[in-house]
């Protein structure tokens, strides 16, 4: 026999929870298990019953008397982590993801003794056959058609769709139908009206909107994504205009979607319950003019739906004494009772950690609405971003970029409004507000800012195609800046060009303080002129400033006779060198093996500056094909400023064979020391043909050694720079020594 904890008596109830315009009426704890889904019944005599959904089973429980949930019976069956339920006549039809089919029980027999798991579903035609050990959940239509979602069976067995698979109830309840199914995507939820079944794909993060008219061949017709892409479940409202989907995650929303043309489904609407709690939404059921949800841990939820663009949150009963993120507390909700109570399942929020049966009342009703247009009393200028508080509530909302507001209330009763924003005066109005009716009230605000224009206006960083332009900070103690327009043109010209200088959502707590922004795609050598206009916080905007003129630079011209030359006797080295004339600041080469994928090579670090027009590069590999190209840059600070492309087409060159070197020979060249008269401080400067030791070497007039360096495997240019301050004036010796050779070089400090 189960054990049951039946209260009788909310008073006795022992655990205090948060609660709005619902009472706990009663509730059945399910100590050795945890609860899942749950679906509602009503028998010929007009008896309620809670179908509960557990991990061992299913449980039938006569409401009737809310206070006195009685279990009528148990069947138990295979363990399961998910079990859903419908209904059709008198007959309840389970579905489970452990593979025992599905169930379908007879509700005719309280005693809880008729039931049968069927697996094989048979077409009208004997030919069609379907067969699936499980299923996610299901849904049943107005007319008797089952439709199945998210079916499969154990591995090595006929893989079944997966979207939804259509079953005909009404020939044969025990026994039902194949019809057809629909598998473009995994169907984790859904349900159906009027032959058009909406489904949350999950996995997709979409609601799919198909035409199930066709049995045998359902049509796709829409989709949307939603908000956080985890569409777990979906729900029409009454009159079919709108949607209402919930993701399965963290601190996501329960979205309202108008549905009214296919061809354009657009989001007007989303709530969070306790916003920053991070609690997850399960499911939504519309009824009527409101929308029950299931929050794991913050219990069960009721939103007004009357205005879908406007949804207010009207009762909540949180049944489960942790909160935040997990899969804790409330798993379902069932709000078609015909008595109005409520029935929720909760997976775990019994004293010992079992599920939970909970029944409801309904206090709640609709919202009190009130919306209407805010404007600039100076000019008749929509105001975005007013603030709209109820005095006395929590409600509180604002404008949007049209000036248009909403904001909603509980009880009927006479209201004081605040109506604000910044630059304007705040105006405080009384009005009496009704539930279920929406009230009107058009407001004009007095402004105090005067919307100035954007002052100090110039421009840095000119080059040919672009330039920067800057501003004063206009925000002050009585206006912020939401955005700025820029205009600019050629002179002469009669057409400006508009851009916007930095995005205007959600910025005037604090204001924008961008007073920077970059204009693109100028004419070489071409003079232009620029002004500005600020949209003020609340909806003002100044008018534009006097214009500003400026001229771009020249073209950077490009690289001229890019040459390679190679030494016979060092493959390792190569020289490039081009034409320095004209205007540019340094140049740059890069290089690389002419094959698929290898990768280009600097010469010369940062830049080889004007006027050197020859550099050598070390290190290439002997016999093979190279390719290069050069790039002049005109300024040292913008590197955008440069040639329009690299050389093309490149230069291609093969490297020589490896030589044999004869023993002896120098294998540094260009030794060079400067400044030579130095006060101290000089550079060292060679070419390594090879990979080589040097030994760096000063000595002074009488053969001492002032100074001692060994460099292993030293290859390519070589540049050091020595302090030699704590040398006395006079005349030294530089010694670069390799294996088969000695430099000397003379150096004189003054």
């Known amino acids: 026999m189960r054990i049951l904890f039946i209260i009788f008596l909310f008073p006795f109830f022992s655990f205090s929870q948060d609660s709005l315009n619902m009472s706990l009426l009663g509730y059945l704890d399910y100590p050795n298990t945890n609860g899942i889904d749950i679906w509602g019944y009503v028998d010929s005599s007009g008896n309620e019953y809670a179908i509960v959904g557990l991990r061992d089973g299913v449980s039938v429980v006569d409401v009737t008397d809310p206070t006195n949930p009685d279990e009528k019976f148990f069947i138990p069956d295979v363990y399961s982590i998910w079990r859903d339920i419908k209904t059709w006549n008198n007959y309840a039809y389970v579905t489970t993801e452990s593979d025992t089919g599905l169930l379908v029980i007879d509700l005719n027999d309280m005693s809880g003794n008729t039931y049968w798991h069927v697996k094989d579903f048979i077409g009208d035609n004997s030919i069609d056959t379907i067969h699936f050990e499980a299923a996610h959940n299901l849904y049943i239509d107005e007319n008797g058609i089952a439709y199945i979602f998210g079916a499969s069976n154990p591995p090595g067995q006929s893989i079944p769709p997966n979207g939804a698979i259509i079953l005909d109830l009404n020939i044969d309840p025990i026994n039902p139908t194949y019809l057809g199914n629909w598998n473009d995507h995994y169907i984790h939820d859904g349900m159906v009206r009027n032959d058009t079944l909406w489904a949350a794909c999950v996995y997709y993060g979409s609601a799919f909107c198909i035409d199930v008219l066709d049995k045998t061949s359902p049509n796709t017709l829409a989709s949307v994504n939603t908000p956080n892409s985890f569409t777990h479940n979906v729900w029409l409202s009454d009159d079919g205009n709108y949607i209402f989907t919930t993701d399965e995650q963290g601190g996501a929303f329960v979205t309202a979607y108008n549905v009214d043309d296919l061809n354009n489904i657009y989001e007007v609407d989303r709530l969070q319950t306790d916003p920053g709690s991070n609690s997850i939404p399960h499911n939504s059921f519309v009824d009527g003019n409101f929308l029950v949800t299931s929050y794991y841990t913050n219990g069960t939820v009721v939103y007004d739906i009357t205005y879908p663009d406007n949804m207010v949150e009207i009762a909540y009963y949180d049944s489960y004494p942790g909160s935040g993120w997990g899969f ?115 407001v004009s605000l007095n402004p105090t800012c005067t919307f100035p224009k954007p002052d100090s206006l110039y421009v840095f960083d000119i080059i040919d195609t672009r330039v920067k332009i800057g501003w004063k900070n206009m925000n002050s103690s009585e206006c912020r800046v939401l955005k700025y327009y820029v205009r600019f043109r050629e002179l002469g010209s009669s057409n400006w060009i508009t851009r916007s200088a930095g995005a205007g959502s959600g910025l005037c707590n604090f204001g924008l303080n961008n007073t920077e922004k970059q204009l693109i795609n100028l004419s070489p050598n071409t003079t232009y002129e620029f002004k500005m206009k600020a949209f003020y916080c609340g909806g003002g905007y100044s008018g534009y400033s006097s214009p500003v003129q400026f001229t771009t630079s020249d073209i950077c011209p490009q690289m001229i006779n890019l040459n390679v030359s190679t030494f016979t006797f060092n493959p390792g080295k190569v020289n490039f060198s081009w034409n320095s004339t004209g205007p540019y600041v340094f140049a740059r080469i890069k290089y690389r093996i002419d094959t698929a994928n290898s990768i280009w090579q600097n010469v010369g670090g940062f830049g080889i500056y004007y006027p050197l027009s020859s550099i050598n590069a070390f290190g290439l590999l002997a016999g093979n094909t190279y390719r290069a190209h050069g790039r002049l840059f005109c300024d040292s600070i913008i590197t955008a400023y440069r040639s329009v492309s690299w050389t093309n087409p490149p230069v291609f060159w093969t490297q020589p064979g490896s030589p044999i070197r004869d023993g002896g020979g120098v294998s540094i060249n260009d030794l060079s020391v400067f400044p030579n008269p130095s006060n101290g401080v000089f550079n060292i400067l060679f070419d390594s043909d090879i990979k080589q030791k040097i030994k760096i070497t000063i000595f002074n007039l009488l053969g001492e050694e002032l100074y001692y360096e060994e460099i292993e495997d030293c290859i390519g240019e070589f540049n050091k720079r020595i302090d030699s301050d704590s040398y006395n004036c006079g005349i030294y010796f530089i010694n670069i020594e390799t294996e088969n050779s000695i430099l000397t070089s003379k150096l004189i400090i003054n």
């Not at 009772?337 to 775990?348: E, Q």
């Not at 600039?376 to 971003?385: E, T, V």
């Not at 248009?404 to 604000?420: E, K, R």
């Open 328 to 442: 804790y507390g409330c798993w379902g909700t069932y709000p078609y009772l015909p008595s109005g109570n409520i029935i929720s399942s909760d997976i775990n929020s019994a004293n010992n950690g079992g599920g939970k049966l909970l029944i409801y009342s309904r206090e709640f009703q609709q919202a009190c609405q009130l919306e209407g247009n805010i404007t600039d009393y100076s000019n008749g200028n929509s105001i975005s971003n007013a603030n709209v508080s109820i005095i006395n509530t929590n409600f509180s909302s604002f404008s949007n970029l049209n000036g248009f507001y909403q904001i909603s209330t509980l009880d009927s009763g006479l209201y004081q409004v605040v109506f604000s924003a910044f630059g304007f005066e705040s105006d405080t109005i009384s009005i009496f507000l009704s539930n279920g009716v929406v009230s009107n009230l058009d």
